[in-house]
């Protein structure tokens, strides 16, 4: 369903994230639209009803939401709503039209000229950095999606040349058409919360490559999955392999040809360099040949992604706050060779498996303060493992975690905010949890 084709109708909303209100901001081109907003626990206040630039929709709250949405033409839910709640189910099977902003302005846009980006790790990175390469390649483009824009929000606009849109599973899980080229980052366990399973998951993640209108898949070669994933389309690129773009400690190169030396890498560690990898892959799909490295001048890394916040004391503090798998911790102790590092971890409890954490801790040396709810889980791996008791330390808290590490640091230690765990037990979300670290660390 296209963006314009919601004129005249009855449509049901149900959420208040990011996109809604993108799609709040754009009713106004939707002639006589009429507007049911849904709330299944909480009845929306006047400031959210505004917010959704609705004051005076229609508000259905709890069982009768169900009954409100089913009389609509179309629902569109935020990404958070998952699409496996039995509510979304039941209106599925009575057959009313169930989607989102991203959707309908993809089905609006149309698949040319757009770069879906998704991964359960690097989406984001990879993401501003091909919008970054394109811009300064002279290519008029627009970031949007998770990051940048809300999709629809290019509304407002003269299309662009091209489109890098970050995508979750949230919103690939029920997308009607898919980007002409459609990058993977990365494939991990990740929210069964809102997916069920992991092989759900994985599978609404792996669909975008699928969809109609995708045209080249470009898949980090360092995943089976993903390359298997890739062969079923009809043209398939890899990165992070050697015959393409690919990366180790020395920098990047492009079939065995140097490239990029890893001190001209604006972002440290090789997995930063191989997501450098997916956006020249991926831009290179479409016809766009950034130079390195004049490219990259001006960079500026995204936050809590391996962000330095301080250095006093001889210490180096390090801001990874987005990471929220075990997965992506490991490759930020990857990031800091040769130095010793004292990892904080622990979070909110999503039944994760942090046995492979813990000996990597042990292999290195490297020091942890686990935090509540799940550091107790990371320091008995890591206790398993190896890691001396002195250096495994528990704490109640961030604010224990930070004096903890202080008090295990010497001169030349890195301190690692990298909780291998979501935030929501102690913190809205990791930025608010990045925001916090930093103050400590100052």
């Not at 089905?107 to 000229?113: D, K, L």
Request: hydrophobic residues 45%; negative net charge.
């Amino acid at each position: 369903m296209r963006f314009s084709q919601l004129k005249g109708r009855s449509i049901g909303v149900w959420g208040a994230g990011r996109e809604v209100r993108s799609l709040a901001d754009q009713l106004w081109r939707l002639a006589d639209a009429e507007i049911t907003v849904a709330a299944f626990d909480t009845a929306p206040d006047a400031e959210a009803l505004t917010s959704l630039g609705a004051p005076g929709a229609r508000v259905a709250v709890g069982p009768d939401a169900v009954e409100a949405l089913a009389g609509c033409d179309v629902v569109v839910r935020s990404p958070g709503v998952s699409i496996y709640r039995p509510e979304v189910q039941a209106l599925l099977a009575r057959g009313i039209p169930i989607t989102t902003a991203t959707s309908l302005w993809l089905a609006e846009h149309g698949s040319a000229g757009v770069v879906g980006i998704t991964g359960t790790k690097g989406k984001s990175t990879t993401a501003s950095l091909a919008f970054h390469l394109a811009r300064a390649g002279g290519v008029d483009a627009a970031l949007a999606g998770n990051i940048g824009s809300p999709a629809l929000d290019l509304l407002d606009r003269d299309p662009p040349e091209l489109v890098l849109l970050e995508l979750s599973s949230y919103q690939i899980a029920d997308l009607e058409i898919g980007p002409e080229v459609a990058l993977v980052t990365s494939i991990f366990p990740e929210h069964v919360d809102w997916h069920g399973t992991d092989a759900t998951y994985r599978a609404d993640k792996l669909r975008l490559l699928g969809l109609p209108g995708t045209r080249v898949a470009v898949v980090n070669g360092r995943f089976p999955e993903l390359v298997a994933a890739a062969e079923a389309v009809a043209s398939s690129v890899l990165f992070g392999v050697p015959d393409g773009w690919d990366a180790d400690s020395a920098g990047i190169a492009r079939s065995g040809a140097p490239m990029l030396a890893a001190e001209e890498i604006p972002l440290p560690g090789e997995h930063n360099a191989v997501n450098l990898c997916g956006a020249m892959a991926a831009l290179e799909a479409v016809g766009v040949k950034p130079q390195l490295p004049a490219a990259l001048e001006g960079f500026e890394p995204l936050p809590h992604r391996l962000e330095v916040v301080g250095e006093n004391g001889g210490l180096l503090w390090v801001d990874d706050s987005i990471s929220t798998t075990p997965e992506s911790t490991l490759v930020a102790l990857e990031s800091f060779p040769g130095r010793d590092v004292i990892l904080l971890a622990g979070g909110f409890d999503r039944g994760q498996d942090y046995t492979a954490l813990g000996s990597a801790l042990a292999t290195r040396g490297a020091a942890v303060v686990g935090m509540p709810t799940t550091g107790v889980e990371v320091l008995e791996a890591a206790r398993v493992a190896g890691v001396a008791d002195g250096r495994a330390v528990e704490a109640g808290d961030l604010e224990s975690a930070v004096a903890a590490a202080r008090a295990i640091a010497e001169p030349g230690s890195v301190v690692l905010l990298s909780p291998a765990a979501p935030s929501y037990d102690r913190f809205r979300n990791f930025e608010e949890r990045g925001e916090r670290f930093r103050q400590l660390a100052g």
